[in-house]
Nanobody, 125 residues
Framework: QVQLVESGGGLVQAGGSLRLSCAAS????????MAWFRQAPGKEREFVVV????????YYTDSMKDRFTISRDNAKNTVYLEMNSLKPEDTAVYYC??????????????????WGQGTQVTVSS
């Protein structure tokens, strides 16, 4: 089992920044591909970004790749999501997720085995 705990969400004005963290425990963190998803009210869970086990490869949703940056620190068992130039449409609950393999279906939420509880990000206009 892998336990994931997100933190760092909050209320921010449009144009502002937030840094989300996801702390993992339970298994060897570096064995897992990590991703961030988000879910806005009334919408399906949406893929944001994925990072491979070493941190050397990432893949972003096009609409976020110029504003968001994922990173991981395997020594600290933590993955981060730096979000800049936030927009009201970025308002959502942000979830981190883990799975073992970096296959091309990483945008599909159902392929992830472990999820955090989510952290709320609210961007005011």
């Amino acid at each position: 089992q892998v336990q994931l705990v997100e933190s760092g969400g909050g209320l921010v004005q449009a144009g502002g920044s937030l840094r989300l963290s996801c702390a993992a425990s339970g298994r060897t963190f570096s064995d897992y591909v990590m991703a961030w998803f988000r879910q806005a009210p009334g919408k399906e869970r949406e893929f944001v970004v994925v990072i491979n086990r070493s941190g050397g490869n990432t893949y972003y949703t096009d609409s976020m790749k110029d504003r968001f940056t994922i990173s991981r620190d395997n020594a600290k068992n933590t993955v981060y999501l730096e979000m800049n130039s936030l927009k009201p449409e970025d308002t959502a609950v942000y979830y981190c997720a883990a799975r073992r393999h970096y296959y091309s279906d990483y945008i599909r939420a159902e392929t992830y085995n472990y999820w955090g509880q989510g952290t709320q990000v609210t961007v005011s206009s």
